[in-house]
């Protein structure tokens, strides 16, 4: 019991954002070199380390204000499941893993990550206050997991890979915002209390719906842009990774009809994982990209 708590409070579910470290392999074309793919999982990990540290200082800091939400108040520590004492043990145990795992590995990885690990620190006490540079927090993570993951590795790292990562994350940063004013009901959504995430008395569900359509469409023509560069088309001697932009376009409408006709969206993470439809359709982008890239 009290181990299936400890792997509530790390969540590992959220060590699915960490994939992004691997786009590095897959795009450099080492998928099938044994030691990349060794290098590539050490970094996965030290970021899946990294994040539930964060995620464990986080519950501690803001155990009070979790108290107050009616999805929150369940998490171990702010339930009391484990003690706050527990938890600093647990968070040390997290930082002594991530070192060993970068141990060796490259230092501006080591820095990468050390870059993000502050970053979120900084944004549990500080930056998650404040409207937009919270959302650009999230996307920063991602464009360091995806940069990391090229460092880890010692590859070239792409600027359209990069961007449209910026995109896609912010995309679903300010989605998550929507669907939390959506989540605390009218009355708390236009200007009561906001006693669980004060920064959402700074959108407004319009507000975050203009700028989700801004960022789909930044992401969706970054990714097309992307696929039909001459860079692009040089290193993988094909020009037909624009066949997979239907998939691409079909999961950005499927997010925006979960978010809306579904009124999911506070948990992305969730919301990807438990949706069939998505799961099929990610699974058939993979499958057509790495045949077009590896199999030409």
Not at 23 to 40: I, P
Not at 80 to 102: D, F, H, K, Q, R
Not at 169 to 175: G, K, N, Q, R, V
Not at 252 to 260: A, E, P, S, T, W
């Amino acid at each position: 019991m009290f181990l299936r708590t400890v792997l509530r409070l790390l969540r590992p579910k959220q060590w699915t954002k960490n994939l992004f470290v691997f786009a590095a392999l897959v795009f450099s074309l080492h998928l099938g070199d044994a030691s990349y793919v060794w290098l590539s999982l050490r970094a996965f990990f030290a970021f899946c380390a990294t994040a539930s540290f964060v995620y464990v200082v986080n519950d501690i800091a803001d155990r009070e204000h979790d108290r107050l939400h009616p999805k929150k108040r369940l998490r171990p520590i702010a339930s009391g499941e484990i003690s706050v004492a527990v938890g600093y043990i647990i968070a040390l145990l997290l930082l002594v893993i991530a070192t060993l795992l970068v141990w060796n590995l490259d230092w501006r990885f080591v820095m990468c990550l050390g870059a993000y690990l502050l970053m979120n620190i900084t944004y549990s006490f500080y930056l998650k206050r404040v409207v937009l540079i919270d959302v650009f927090v999230i996307a920063i993570g991602f464009m360091l997991r995806v940069v990391g993951g090229a460092l880890a590795i010692n590859v070239p790292r792409s600027s359209w890979l990069i961007i449209t990562t910026m995109f896609l994350s912010l995309f679903m940063a300010i989605a998550k915002r929507r669907g939390e004013l959506v989540a605390l009901g009218s009355e708390e959504a236009n200007g009561a209390t906001y006693s669980t995430r004060k920064v959402l008395a700074h959108y407004s569900v319009e507000f975050t719906e203009q700028m989700t359509t801004i960022c789909a469409a930044g992401f969706v023509f970054s990714y097309a842009l992307y696929t039909v560069s001459d860079r692009t088309k040089e290193m993988f001697g094909t020009e037909n990774l624009i066949l997979t932009t239907p998939f691409v376009l079909y999961g950005v409408f499927r997010y925006l009809y979960l978010l809306h006709k579904k009124h999911l969206g506070e948990s992305p993470t969730d919301m990807v994982l438990s949706d069939i439809p998505m799961l099929i359709n990610f699974a058939a982008y993979a499958i057509a990209m790495l045949a077009i890239i590896y199999l030409k």
